[in-house]
């Protein structure tokens, strides 16, 4: 059966999350929804990323197996049917074994921190009116690029084999009024940047040194780990696939 990628970007703060769920409003269902009024038959999606209730996404994807052709003009029909914070930006014919989550060749996530108050910055970064020490965040993420296992980084009640992830890209930078963490790498674990931001947060306001930000992330024991960073600041920056697939 014929398979499309489609990719979509969307402002999280309403939705409790993209995987449908009962009795609440999701990505998915809605994506879900406005396909099965333009086409007239039901559509299951499959997603590259779960992002959590209230993350954000510039770029996300799923595939959906169907016989009907959807054409890339249909995209405008279709934006008219989703609510104004989803926006469908391309549909794609991919060959048949394609698959939008297994097929990533890595993701990338980024995290919006701000020290001023913003009423333009509300719902997509996180207001820390503390004073850091930027230097102490530049080592830190450092010190993210020389591991690869991130068991306490990931929250309990994980259905994951393995918790080795391979990071491509971990930096402290600004970005206009916000001061951002990006990282990149092969796969995520439940929790694992909201646990990394929080933790090397307390790093760079002295709370824990660097020393013991190494012995937390060696040491495997999420109780260790900050995951008191709200999800509002987050974003799913990048979904990548092999050259050429889109």
């Known amino acids: 059966m014929p398979r499309y990628f489609i990719e979509l970007t969307y402002k999280g703060t309403r939705y409790s999350g993209f995987q449908s769920q009962p009795n609440a409003l999701t990505i998915q269902a809605a994506i879900e929804t406005a396909l099965q009024t333009r086409y007239k038959q039901p559509f299951e999606l499959t997603c590259s990323s779960r992002t959590d209730a209230g993350v954000h996404a510039l770029q996300n994807f799923f595939h959906v197996d169907t016989e009907i052709t959807i054409e890339p003009q249909h995209i405008y029909n279709l934006n008219a049917l989703v609510p104004s914070d989803i926006v469908i930006k391309q549909i794609t014919r991919v060959p048949d ?18 020290n001023q108050r913003n009423p333009f910055l509300t719902e997509t970064a996180w207001f820390y009116p503390y004073t850091l020490d930027i230097e102490a965040l530049h ?14 980084f990931s929250k309990r009640n ?30 995520f674990l439940r929790g694992m940047v909201r646990g990394l931001v929080g933790t090397m947060l307390q790093v760079g306001r ?5 020393n013991q930000f190494k012995e937390i992330i060696e040491g ?10 709200p999800a509002h600041g987050l974003f799913l920056a990048e979904v990548a696939y092999p050259e050429g697939l889109l």
């Not at 074994?97 to 701000?114: E, M, N, S, V």
């Open 206 to 210: 002295g709370i824990i040194t660097i």
């Open 220 to 229: 495997k024991d999420c109780t260790k780990a900050n995951f008191n960073t």
């Open 139 to 152: 080592l830190a993420a450092k010190m993210v690029l020389v591991h690869i296992d991130f068991t306490a």
């Open 97 to 114: 074994t394609a698959h939008a989550r297994f097929g990533a060749t890595h993701r990338c996530y980024k995290y919006y921190i701000t």
């Open 158 to 187: 994980t259905q994951v084999k393995t918790f080795i992830c391979h990071i491509m890209n971990s930096q402290w930078y600004y970005e206009k009024d916000c001061l951002v963490y990006e990282v990149k790498a092969n796969r």
